[in-house]
């Protein structure tokens, strides 16, 4: 095919600088594969037009004109585009239109004009301004005149770096939306905490400064729209968070589900380790009571006239006889026993284990105070093996600590006389 083209546009179409600059361009891209190098001006002209797609915002290429380039595309026969060489088709106008799902001829003219303009085709004008090809006598194609598909190839590394950085902009203005999102509604629901707890703060004012934060993005708003909309969202969460903050007290800053400061409402008891019905429980509270000798049902020592003295909530015991009548607590702790602390964390550790449900573990502590409800529970874990329930038998003891009939120190007196005791001469607490 003849590289004789004519320069200038036919009819009353004007010649400019940009034409020729254009048409310099793509020399010099031809000349530089004659060099050699990694671009070869070879691509898939499909994946060339999807790559496109997702970058035509950095070449100001509407939708509209992609489908005219895709029609145009569709009039060379090879997938490959080789732009060592033009790539002339020549469709006309009603084919190209219906190619372009029934353009009109002004607006194919214009989106025609705009890839020209793009340097991705140029024009190859012939002298009557028609497109057409002329044939040698064996059916070689000899001259064509239309419009030279080969600078879209020469672009094609050009393009594919252009929808990378189109795909990673879209991937960070997802990744920033999701953040936004995040802010506004955190923001939020601490602005409406705030109101409805009465809390001291300019609510409204952060209401306010909310509602231009929060109006609707444009779906083509960039990464510098979006990171200063961010920006400003975590500049005001800060704000509000900190007044939210200010106006708690220190009960309320200082509760948690392991203190017992605050009452914890237990929503998912566990029943299969605690007594089953009524009789049960009754049966429970009988074998506390009616120990004769006061050491397999601590809770009813009485006193010498036969009745039972009212105890404190906390009756203090030595930390080292707690160890030695209950030396099976230890073998829980995580770093040993060697304060009250290390017992009462440890006896919470404990209490999940033996099934005592957190109810009944709340209620023990109002009712013997914290540390006589660990000692009881280092109690019940050493006789763990003869205790059926030992979240119902809590219970019984709590009972009995409420009506003031409870003391931890005949409770552990018992364990210290059954380890004195030969193993055999043991008495089992009946189940």
């Known amino acids: 095919m003849t590289d004789r083209f004519a320069t200038t ?6 010649v400019g600088i940009a034409d020729f600059r254009r048409r310099d361009v793509v020399e010099k891209r031809r000349a530089a594969l004659k060099e050699g190098g990694n671009d070869t001006g070879r691509a898939d002209k499909w994946q060339l037009i999807r790559a496109l797609s997702e970058a035509r915002a950095a070449y100001g290429l509407s939708d509209r004109t992609l489908a005219v380039l895709e029609a145009l595309l569709s009039f060379h026969a090879a997938r490959e585009l080789d732009g060592s060489e033009p790539i002339v ?20 003219r214009r989106h025609l004009a705009c890839l020209v303009k793009e340097g991705m085709i140029l024009r190859r004008d012939s002298p009557n301004g028609k497109r057409y090809c002329r044939r040698n006598a064996h059916g070689e194609l000899e001259d064509a005149f239309g419009f030279d598909l080969s600078p879209l190839a020469l672009m094609a590394t050009q393009i594919h770096a252009a929808a990378e950085s189109a795909r990673e902009e879209a991937r960070a203005c997802r990744a920033l939306r999701a953040e936004i999102t995040i802010h506004l509604r955190d923001t939020g629901k601490v602005i409406e905490a705030g109101i409805a707890e009465k809390r001291a703060g300019d609510w409204q004012g952060f209401m306010m400064a909310l509602v231009p934060l929060a109006a609707r993005q444009r779906r083509e708003a960039g990464r510098a729209l979006l990171q200063r909309r961010l920006d400003d969202l975590v500049a005001l969460r800060a704000r509000v968070e900190t007044a939210y903050l200010n106006g708690l007290t220190s009960e309320e800053m200082s509760g948690n589900d392991d203190d017992t400061e605050r009452h914890y409402q237990n929503s998912k008891p566990e029943p299969h380790f605690e007594p089953s019905s009524e009789k049960e429980l009754k049966r429970l509270r009988e074998h506390v009571d009616g120990e004769p000798d006061g050491r397999g049902g601590e809770p009813g020592t009485a006193d010498e006239g036969g009745t039972p003295a009212p105890e404190v909530k906390a009756q203090p015991v030595p930390l080292a006889y707690l160890r030695s009548v209950c030396p099976a607590l230890e073998t829980y702790a995580r770093d040993g026993i060697s304060s009250w602390t290390d017992v009462l964390a440890t006896a919470r550790l404990v209490r999940s284990m033996l099934g005592v449900s957190p109810d009944a573990w709340q209620r023990a502590c109002v009712a013997m105070g914290e540390m006589a409800a660990a000692v009881t529970i280092a109690a019940i874990l050493e006789r763990a093996e003869t205790i059926r329930s030992p979240g119902g038998y809590l219970r019984a ?30 008495r089992r607490v009946p189940s």
Do not use: H, K, W
């Open 9 to 14: 546009p036919f009819g009353g179409g004007r």
């Open 89 to 108: 088709v020549f469709p006309s106008n009603a084919e190209l239109s219906l190619r372009s799902r029934g353009m009109a001829d002004a607006t194919l």
């Open 397 to 426: 003891l709590t009972e009995r600590a409420e009506n003031g009939q409870f003391s931890i120190r005949p409770m552990l007196a018992a364990l210290e006389g059954d380890r004195a005791e030969p193993l055999t001469s043991r």
